[in-house]
């Protein structure tokens, strides 16, 4: 197993989005997030071997961590065609051993039915847009469909929203941590170059 930093490394020549579409809360996940979560969820044996799905996969940097580590197969959701392309090119980037799928396709409706032991990644929109709140409670309610574990990240303070949201829905919270999401200008309405906003990672077996 490589280590964390190796994992952040190889993640760091992963691009993001072109034309970051603001309906769809469209951020590149830092490598060294990704990273985080994607040696936690190795480190507790959600990756090697596993079907692992990526929901709203953007440009790929989860699925893409994911398939560095050993997994049966991996795909990568979204229903965005344009960072669908920018996924398949950072995938010739990083050179995975394990290919990756590309899917065209809603997250909160997703057109996947997986036959073996499955884990999600994700970093679902947080809903802090007008008309877009809760957003993040379908990816879950995807995630609580398909998956036997999932990880997502969250708002900071969200622990309560999570946790209620698994126990209604037949899951268990059983790790949280807290990080940094460092946030670059990609929006018109972004008044700073780039700033740091805490977030919160949860391990959900459902």
């Given at each position: 197993m490589a280590t964390k930093s190796a994992?952040?490394?190889?993640?760091?020549v992963v691009v993001g989005f072109d034309d970051p579409r603001v309906d769809l809360e469209q951020y590149r996940t830092p490598?060294?997030?990704?990273?985080?979560l994607v040696h936690?969820?190795?480190?507790?044996?959600?990756?090697?071997?596993?079907?692992?799905?990526?929901l709203g996969c953007g440009t790929g940097m989860l699925a893409l961590g994911a398939a560095l580590r050993?997994?049966?197969?991996?795909?990568?959701?979204?229903i965005d065609p344009a960072p669908l392309a920018t996924a398949r090119e950072n995938e010739r980037r990083i050179a995975t051993a394990s290919a990756v799928s590309w899917v065209r396709g809603d997250a909160?409706?997703?057109?996947?039915?997986?036959?073996?032991?499955?884990?999600?990644?994700?970093?679902p929109p947080f809903g802090a847009q007008q008309g877009n709140e809760h957003a993040d409670r379908a990816f879950l309610a995807t995630a609580a469909d398909i998956a036997d574990v999932s990880y997502s990240i969250h708002n900071a303070d969200?622990?309560?929203f999570v946790e209620a949201?698994?126990?209604?829905?037949?899951?268990?919270?059983?790790?949280?941590?807290?990080?940094?999401?460092?946030?670059?200008?990609?929006?018109?309405?972004?008044?700073?170059e780039r700033r740091n906003i805490d977030v919160e990672v949860f391990r959900i077996e459902w």
């Open positions: 994992l952040t490394q190889q993640l760091g490598p060294e997030l990704a990273a985080h936690t969820a190795d480190l507790q044996g959600d990756v090697e071997g596993k079907t692992v799905v990526d050993g997994p049966e197969s991996v795909v990568g959701l979204d909160t409706e997703a057109p996947l039915c997986p036959d073996t032991e499955t884990t999600v990644i994700m970093n969200s622990a309560d949201f698994a126990g209604d829905n037949g899951g268990e919270v059983t790790h949280a941590f807290r990080a940094e999401f460092d946030l670059p200008h990609s929006f018109d309405f972004h008044d700073q």
